[in-house]
């Protein structure tokens, strides 16, 4: 079983909007709405996958109420930890692969709500892999959840990232390559897979949007290129939607799933849902994805 934990879930709105203007009214004629977050989307591709996953959630005022319907609705398991507070809101407007983002605010976690969590995981123990991504506003939620021994996936843009990788059974790290940047001050990707691998990661991937990745699994180093695809509609999702693909694909060794990661993060940005995929689509693409080696 997967366990994934998002501390900060939303309800997002999307719009496609082709002539987005400061000022002007759009009225487009399509729209949906998602319960996200980094975690649940992760557990919503591991779903699609036919993984058995469990989705810690913490959920606060009528917003979260509606992550929780919908989350339901969806077939999801997932674990419900109320917080005080009400969850985010966020809007996305996106139109021939570019997109504006805008995220509310979300509640404060505080100590108890860090036990909580940590509580509501250890219940559901063991695990084949405790994935913690997304944004975190507790400095102690992430470490004391990797201090719980589980093998681990991490993706998440917070100092204590490298806390993380000291104490656990670190399986993938996978922030991007802007979040590299913010934690080590220096963006190379091959540099960050190397320290995060370095740091105790045993797979390390740092993204770049629709350029190559790079990835990192001992002395394997390789520049991994996304599949093409015939239309990019945006890109919500599409990390979590890799990772998913990453973790699924695991036994089948590093390339190989490296390849369907990346096949699975392209299959999500040429859809306007947010990390559903369908799982022939992106075995089909991973056969189209292009690794070169490079020099650990």
């Known amino acids: ?15 496609p909007v082709d002539d987005l203007a400061a000022g002007g009214r759009h009225r487009p004629d399509k729209a949906w709405t998602f319960a996200t977050g980094k975690g649940l989307n992760v557990a919503r591709a591991l779903k699609d996958l036919r ?8 959920v606060g005022g009528r917003r979260g109420r509606e992550i929780v319907e919908r989350v339901e609705c969806e077939g999801i398991r997932s674990r419900v930890v109320p917080v005080r507070g009400e969850n985010r809101a966020g809007a996305t407007i996106f139109a021939e692969g570019q997109h504006t983002t805008v995220y509310g605010p979300g509640p404060s976690l505080d100590d108890g709500d860090v036990e909580a969590i940590v509580a509501n995981v250890r219940s559901l123990l063991p695990a084949r892999c405790l994935v913690l991504s997304g944004s975190v506003n507790h400095p102690l939620l992430y470490p004391r959840l990797a201090s719980l021994g589980v093998p681990m996936a ?9 806390e993380c990788l000291k104490l656990g059974n670190v ?3 996978k922030p991007n390559r802007r979040e590299v940047g913010f934690l080590f001050g220096d963006d190379d990707p091959q540099r960050g897979a190397a320290r995060l691998h370095d740091g105790g990661a045993r797979w390390a991937i740092v993204t770049d949007g629709a350029e190559p990745a790079v990835f990192q699994s001992g002395d394997l180093a390789r520049r991994v290129f996304p599949p093409p695809i015939a239309r990019r509609v945006h890109p919500i999702g599409s990390g979590d939607a890799l990772l998913a693909g990453l973790l699924h694909a695991m036994p089948r060794g590093p390339e190989a799933a490296v390849a369907f990661a990346m096949a699975c993060g392209a299959h999500n ?3 306007p849902e ?9 075995e089909a693409l991973a056969k189209t994805v292009v690794i070169e ?3 650990s």
């Open 274 to 282: 947010v990390a559903k995929l369908d799982p022939g689509a992106c």
């Open 269 to 271: 940005a040429s859809r």
């Open 293 to 295: 080696a490079l020099e």
């Open 171 to 173: 399986l993938v790290a």
């Open 154 to 162: 991490l993706d998440f843009c917070h100092p204590c990232l490298e």
């Open 51 to 58: 993984e058995d996953v469990v989705a810690v959630l913490a």
């Open 1 to 15: 079983m997967f366990i994934t934990v998002t501390a900060n879930p939303m309800v997002e709105h999307f719009f």
